[in-house]
C-alpha cells in the first residue's frame, strides 16, 4: 500500500462517529412498532379461545397483508405462536401454538 492510499484511509476514518456495539439496540423500530406493541399486550392478557380484533380502519392505511407479516415478524422474534384470519373489515389475532 501506498503513503498517499493510507494517508486517504487514515483520514476516512474519523469522519463519523464511533460507538460501542454493546450500547446499539438490536432489534429494529419499524414503523408497526407502536401497534404491535399495543397488540401484543393484549394477546397476553388475552383468555384461551378468544381472538382480539383490529379494525383495519385504525391501522393508519396499512394493508392486511402489510400489518400480518409484520404481526408474524414480531411473534416469531418473542417466540410466540399466533394464528390470524382477516375479512373486509377486520383483523383477528389469538394465540397459537408456539
Known sequence: MTKTTRDKIRNRAGKYERVILADIRKSR??????????IFQDLESLPKGSAIKIPLTEVNGTTVANLRS???????????????LSDEEYLYIWKGPK
Do not use: C, F, M, P
Open 29 to 38: 423500530r419499524g414503523k408497526h412498532h407502536d401497534l404491535l406493541r399495543g
Open 70 to 84: 409484520a404481526v408474524h415478524r414480531a411473534s416469531n422474534s418473542r417466540g410466540h405462536g399466533i394464528e390470524t
